[in-house]
């Protein structure tokens, strides 16, 4: 290895990427392991059934041909009950891509260890892209409480504004284990927050977008094509969206370049985990609580940016 790629290497953000591995994941898998030196994949309950996330999360990682190992997690939320939605993924979660084998296997340590373990081995330097539902970061930080410190940064896609994709107030990855993103957002963590409403309109990929990737030719981009297919028809027929979403990706990318940030706040953030807003976000805008921000917001992203720097990852 020459000087120059030596000092890339340094230069690398030193990354996990914690997901519940179908469809965007594993785009977004692609960005954080072209962007930054990504030490692990860890996986959680969420969009699918478990053993198809492990499944797709060793494929991608073969797939990409990365040295990253793949931790499994926690297979449930802390509590209550939660629905997988092989109808926006596809019935493995991964679109068109129905027969996925890994030839290799998931570590034996448990994901949440491996989050404490890493953080400790690269004290203050590691940041966590948090891109599904927190239980693994819960219940790391309930194990080991110094984690907050050990940790640089945690990168978070979560929560909505108002505007639910999973019931009127929540989104997805929040409704999925509200008690963990509760947890998470209090314990001290340094984080940044990018709600579902900001990658709504700013991940958002359009068909002509789609042919520029399709023409790209490349295999990252063929995984894109494949993998997030069913995600796009559901997208468009059942959200009435123009285009394909990619929240986990446009998270990645801010995470890596934070220029694609356009409008961030400071604001204290809790999370509702009663009734029938379980899930939803309660955000201190007007300082009302007193509370001292915890975390900072994402309010606006720049979507040219965030395209050309997907496209040009995955033209490579
Ligand atoms: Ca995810």
Not at 161 to 171: I, P
């Amino acid at each position: 290895m020459d000087k120059k790629n030596l000092s890339d290497v340094e230069d690398k953000k030193i990354t996990i990427i914690d997901s519940d591995t179908a469809s965007d994941d594993t785009t977004a898998i692609t960005l954080a392991s072209a962007l930054g030196d990504l030490k692990a994949i860890t996986v959680v309950a969420g969009n699918v059934d478990f053993k198809n996330e492990i499944k797709n999360a060793l494929f991608t990682k073969e797939y990409l041909g990365l040295n990253s190992p793949v931790f499994v997690g926690s297979e449930r939320p802390i509590m209550g009950q939660w629905k997988t939605v092989e109808e926006v993924h596809g019935e493995n979660g991964m679109g068109r891509l129905t027969v996925i084998e890994p030839k290799s296997l998931p570590e034996s340590i448990f994901a949440p260890d491996a989050i404490i373990s890493l953080a400790k081995q690269y004290e203050r330097k590691l940041e966590i892209l948090a891109v599904s539902p927190l239980t693994n970061l819960a219940l790391a930080y309930l194990k080991e409480p110094k984690l907050p410190s050990l940790v640089k940064k945690v990168w978070i896609m979560g929560g909505a504004f108002t505007r639910g994709n999973t019931t009127q107030l929540a989104e997805f990855n929040f409704w999925t284990d509200p008690e963990a993103a509760q947890i998470v957002l209090s314990a001290g963590f340094d984080i940044t927050i990018v709600p579902w409403e900001v990658t709504e309109e700013s991940a958002i990929i359009y068909d002509e977008e789609w042919k520029e990737i399709e023409s790209l030719g490349t295999r990252k981009a063929k995984l894109f094509i494949e993998a997030n297919a069913v995600m796009r028809e559901f997208s468009k027929l059942k959200e009435n969206l123009k285009g394909s979403v990619h929240p986990d990706s446009l998270t990645v990318a801010i995470a890596h370049d934070q220029s694609i940030a356009i409008e961030r706040s400071r604001l204290h953030v809790s999370v509702e985990t009663c009734g029938s807003s379980r899930g939803g976000m309660l955000i201190d805008w007007y300082g009302m609580t007193g509370k001292e921000p915890n975390v900072e917001l994402v309010t606006r992203a720049d979507r040219e940016k965030f395209i050309k720097l997907l496209i040009s990852v995955l033209s490579t």
